[in-house]
């Protein structure tokens, strides 16, 4: 009877456990170079595209034609544009424009994706016909198709969330569904069919949280992929419209000019290069640290 | 073998068939009238309803569809409307640049990135190694339009090497051809040498351990025969794979490339025509470079049977 310990006691001893597993993922995660690097050049990049419009006095739409094509300096750290907009808090705003489309399309992609993905995996007959859909869909390069659903939405800030939901979530749907194909397999699941459990029960309750980490990392890259796509969708004329400051339509207006002002191309390139190398370092850590196998087969 | 071919080649049907479903939606999302959205503000309802006849979008989908799919089959993907000649035609004069600029990339990313993981991998966590890594982590970062204006503003600009627009064909002469094409194919061909160095070592890195290559080291084999004979062979299969599938992405990539460095391939004809809402030309181009691409894939599918025997004998 002394073995036997009280609910309270059982609790407690759950909290712990899970208190130590919490802790040791944190630290796990401050000794992974890549994550920590990654995360902290995003938290700079996100930071500043929220607080860094309070820090300049001017507006990214503001024309000023005496002041066209300046060289950086002075009251304009980044310079002016052909127009003679103040080119950092147009950088900036680009931040915000790319980061809202990065993040919106990787959250829809993950829950379409994640539903597509368990239920195709779990039933084999909506299994064929998802995944020939997805097979078609994965035939056409990403940039293409969205390319050519953008040409027949027209350029809008929505049609772009909407044009690379549809080029990504198909791999997204394949990764959760290689992931639930593993776990279904296993033995508890085995175990809950047998006592009854209803296959929805099973679905959300048992496997979805088993298949996080693979989609975590994957929304993580389709962030990024997202924010290049974006801006070469813009930077041809096929993505966010014309005044609105993205980063794609900066290189584009920097083009024009690119033998007069090398900051209209400089600065907005270096903001989506970091921001994509940032996602990228913080993906590739997450990896490392969500899947065992790869940690193993590093040491 | 032959069983094999076969039912790889069945298993295209209903991808080819996704494709050409996706492809002929495309014009049907446009939010209106397709005929009123080609034809543009300024058009009259007559000369509307004119091209709704001539494009047959007064018939049920169902009946479109069929009737536009019988003449893709046959290889006619309609008529561009402002440039007055067949899709296909205007597709494959557009063609010539953009393959010579994907074949130039895909050349120079084989030729740097394989070295280059093979050493990452025979000297894994030294600083070569790392370094390696770091700077393949930064090039699939930089998207390949970024790096072709970066290029333009360092080489083009400032250093006056190499021509920085422009296009010229083989006739040209082919120092000419090359001068033109060596800055948009190494905007292009780096994120594909990053993917496929980074291929090249984690691959080499899974066989360098096999118990075949101790096996092979403890009979006094060389260690450069090791490496390249004993280990990249065992470890073609994926990087083969990557190139394959990243084809198309390169294909894709070039077209924006071509954008940049005004070279006029697909990817202009592509852009002039989504300006134009020319969708008869985006259909068509965008149908012919998915087939392509699963055309290719296949291919390279069928090459594993030829490289590995496991493939083509094991799974049954």
Known sequence: MQNVMTEEQLNVLKSDMKKKHRNLLVKRFLSNKLALSGSIIMIVIILLAIIAPFFTSFTPYELDAMKRLKAPGGEHFFGTDNYGRDLFSRVVHGARVSLMIGFAVAIITSILGMIIGLYSAYFKKLDGVLMRISDGLMAFPAILLAIAIMASLGPRLENVIIALTIVFTPSVARTVRSAVLVVKEQTYVEALRAQGASSSRIIWLNIAPNVLSPLIVQATFIFADSIIIEAALSFLGAGIPAPDPSWGNLLYDGKTVIFNAWWMTLFPGIAIMLTVFGLNLFGDGLRDLLDPHNNKAKK | ?316
């Open chain 2, 1 to 316: 073998m032959k069983g094999y071919i076969l039912k790889r080649l069945l298993s295209l049907i209903p991808v080819l068939l996704v494709v050409a479903v996706v492809v002929f939606l495309l014009m049907h999302i446009t939010p209106g009238d397709p005929a009123a959205v080609i034809l543009g503000p300024e058009a009259s309802p007559e000369e509307v309803a004119e091209l709704r006849e001539e494009l047959g979008l007064n018939k049920p989908p169902i009946e479109q569809f069929i009737s536009w799919f019988g003449n893709v089959l046959q290889g006619d993907f309609g008529t561009s409307i402002f440039m007055k000649q067949p899709v296909s035609q205007a597709f494959f004069e557009h063609l010539g640049p953009t393959l010579s600029l994907a074949i130039m990339a895909q050349v120079l990313a084989i030729v740097v990135a394989i070295p280059l993981g093979v050493l990452a991998a025979k000297f894994r966590g030294s600083i070569l190694d790392q370094t390696f890594m770091g700077i393949s982590l930064l090039g699939i970062s930089v998207p390949s339009f970024l790096l072709g204006l970066f290029l333009i503003l360092l080489i083009g600009v400032e250093l006056k090497w190499l021509p920085v627009a422009g296009y010229k064909p083989i006739d040209a002469g082919l120092v000419n051809h090359i001068k033109y094409l060596i800055l948009p194919a190494i905007a292009l061909g780096s994120m594909q040498a990053a993917l496929i160095a980074r291929m090249t070592r984690s691959s080499m890195l899974d066989v360098l351990n096999a118990n075949y290559i101790k096996t092979a080291r403890s009979k006094g084999v060389k260690e450069t025969i090791i490496v390249i004979k004993h280990t990249l062979r065992n470890a073609f299969i994926p990087i083969l794979t990557i190139i394959g599938q990243t084809f198309g992405t390169l294909v894709a990539g070039a077209a924006v490339v071509e954008t940049v460095f005004n070279i006029p391939g697909i990817g202009q004809l592509i852009i002039n025509s989504v300006e134009r809402r020319d969708f008869a030309v985006i259909q068509g181009s965008v149908m012919l470079i998915a087939v392509s691409y699963v055309l290719i894939n296949l291919v390279i599918d069928l090459l594993y049977g030829v490289i590995d025997p496991r493939v083509r004998l094991g799974r049954k």
